[in-house]
């Protein structure tokens, strides 16, 4: 069975850009969550969606978004990107909401901001 | 946003010693889980605890529920080359769908 798969792998942007990335969970999987990860904050977690439904967030501010489509595959966006915005973002599929099921990690888009 | 206190940050061993790390929490989990995250790829997980008090193994892995629902620990028996990487604990709580995760352990073999 294939992992969770994220594009792009490595991406740059400049400040008061937008960015798109995705993420494709694993088959059978309805649950996708994002997550960030820098050096100085460690794991913190941006959302959740299950069946094209946003059901959790963390917190972070609006400019970071998602969603869901209905073949599962999930998509987060942040715009105006600010330099502290770099960082490693990690998707995480699961059979049903993370409440109550394990999460597999994809391997992560690195996003640096210029 | 919150997280669990994971220690030792990093840990500098030979190959073939063991290694134990640990997660405290403030706060009760009704689970905790371990991952290991390799240069560049995401976490991978190692061991789910369900139950308090509950120990379960992985190979060389072994990892404890606490009793008070508060703390977890990963031990790891004749560590390996391939068992260098960032460990980390994640916890969730009752009421609570997100995962919480600790500050990381990095672990590195001294040749």
């Known amino acids: 069975k294939a992992g969770v798969t994220q594009t792009p792998r490595y991406l740059i942007k400049t400040r008061g850009q937008q960015v798109t990335l995705s993420c494709s969970p694993i088959s059978g999987h309805r649950s996708v969550s994002w997550y960030q990860q820098t050096p100085g904050q460690g794991l913190q977690f941006l959302f959740e969606?299950?069946?094209?439904?946003?059901?959790n967030k963390g917190n972070f501010p609006g400019r970071f978004s998602g969603r869901q489509f209905s073949n599962s595959r999930s998509e987060m966006n942040v715009s105006t990107l600010e330099l502290g915005d770099s960082a490693l973002y990690l998707c995480?599929?699961?059979?049903?909401?993370?409440?109550?099921?394990?999460?597999?990690f994809g391997p992560g888009t690195r996003l640096t901001v210029l | 946003g919150q997280q669990l206190n994971q220690s030792p940050q990093s840990m500098f061993i030979q190959e073939g010693e063991d290694v134990s790390m640990n997660c405290t929490s403030s706060s009760i989990f009704n689970t905790w889980l371990w991952y290991k995250q390799d240069p560049g790829e995401g976490p991978v997980l190692l061991i789910a605890l369900y139950k308090a008090g509950e120990l379960t193994s992985n190979g060389r892995l072994t990892a404890q529920f606490g009793i008070t629902r508060k703390d977890s620990f990963l031990n790891i028996s004749a560590s390996i080359p391939s068992d260098v990487g960032i460990y980390f604990c994640?916890?969730?709580?009752?009421?609570?769908?997100?995962?919480?995760f600790g500050t990381g352990t990095r672990l590195t073999i001294i040749p």
């Open positions: 994640a916890g969730r709580d009752f009421g609570n769908e997100k995962l919480t």
């Open positions: 969606y299950f069946s094209e439904t946003q059901r």
């Open positions: 995480a599929s699961s059979l049903g909401l993370a409440g109550g099921h394990e999460q597999f």
